[in-house]
């Protein structure tokens, strides 16, 4: 167990006061509306197995021509009904402790516990934002195992170095893959991209840069589509050099959630022998979370831990695709 040390601290003789240095991650990710929680989600994941099933209705059949009316009182109708399947989810079931001795605050003045729990939820953001992104990463390998690449458009080549515009990020590219959505291709809401992808958008002179709620122009869209930008998205080294760039266009909802309830969710443990008596804090938080693509069954398999780690959201053996691509509100661009 790792807790805070004095050998993890400043001493008030070197340093005058503390400050803070917090990771620089992004969290737009989960304020982009690609991740849909919902109140039937929310029941699922309260509810007691880890595993169950998402009921939803099949479309009429499009393909089925009408029915021509005459005059005829012997020639009846014959009427078509509507027909169900479902998707199989799987909740995960997770933790995360902090821990600090006692004796770190009498000798620092402030108190290492306050700081971590000022961040605590900033903390599971950026985790949730990471399990998001390991399930796109599922979903693109299953796309490529089992679907012919239907939701895939890679431009890229193995000789990063020396790619050209066109294995760049470009309009061309971009365009092809959200037409992989063929007539809905205007479905898509946002496109999560890595930041050296983002760089390319910039140089291309694409990106609209539209004002937050406090007038700085921080957020991007790119042909309409809010631009995400996460240091996290796929990056695959090149066979012969570079690097090649996943990124993935989400219809908003495309990851449905709900959020459990653990029995204890928050938990602090106190235990007064360490540190020779000193004395010792623990926070404990757990969480329970129900993350699921649209259009996919989760395929238990064999799995390392009990709940699904992020490996296992990214194993393509996971997932299995049962909307038809129409309906499935994922596209991805693979480029230098």
């Known amino acids: 167990m790792a807790e805070v040390r004095l050998s993890d601290v400043v001493i008030p003789e070197v340093w005058d006061s503390y400050g803070e240095v917090n990771s620089p991650e992004l969290t737009a990710f989960l304020s982009s509306g690609v991740v849909a929680q919902s109140p039937t989600l929310n029941e699922h994941a309260q509810g007691p197995s880890k595993t169950g099933t998402i009921p939803y209705w099949l479309d009429l059949d499009q393909t089925s021509e009408e029915q021509y009316s005459n005059d005829d009182p012997s020639d009846s109708g014959t009427p078509l009904d509507i027909t169900a399947a479902d998707m199989s989810y799987r909740k995960a079931y997770v933790n995360k402790a902090w821990s600090s001795m006692d004796l770190v605050k009498e000798l620092i003045g402030p108190d290492p516990m306050d700081q971590i729990r000022k961040r605590v939820s900033t903390y599971w953001l950026r985790r949730l934002q990471r399990r998001i992104i390991a399930i796109a990463r599922g979903v693109l390998a299953e796309n490529i195992a089992t679907d012919s690449s239907d939701m895939v458009i890679d431009v890229s080549t193995q000789d990063g170095v020396n790619a050209t515009v066109n294995n760049r990020f470009n309009s061309d590219a971009y365009i092809n893959a959200i037409y992989t959505l063929g007539d809905r291709a205007n479905s898509f809401a946002a496109i999560a991209v890595h930041s050296m992808v983002q760089a390319q958008m910039v140089k291309n002179d694409d990106i609209e840069f539209v004002a937050d709620s406090e007038g700085k ?120």
Do not use: C
């Not at 928050?266 to 938080?285: F, I, P, S, Y």
């Open 217 to 336: 122009p921080t957020i991007q869209y790119y042909k309409g589509k809010l631009v995400i930008v996460d240091d996290s998205m796929p990056v695959i080294a090149g066979t012969t050099s570079g690097y090649r760039y996943v990124s993935v266009l989400f219809g908003t909802g495309a990851i449905g959630m709900g959020v459990g309830t653990p029995r204890v969710p928050v938990e602090v443990d106190r235990t007064a022998a360490t540190g020779n008596g000193a004395g010792q804090e623990t926070l404990w938080t757990r969480k329970t979370w129900l993350l699921h693509p649209v259009g996919h069954d989760w395929v238990e398999g064999s799995l390392a831990e009990f709940s699904p780690t992020h490996a296992d959201l990214a194993d393509a053996a996971h997932w299995d695709r049962v909307y038809e691509r129409k309906l499935t509100p994922f596209a991805f661009l693979i480029t230098n």
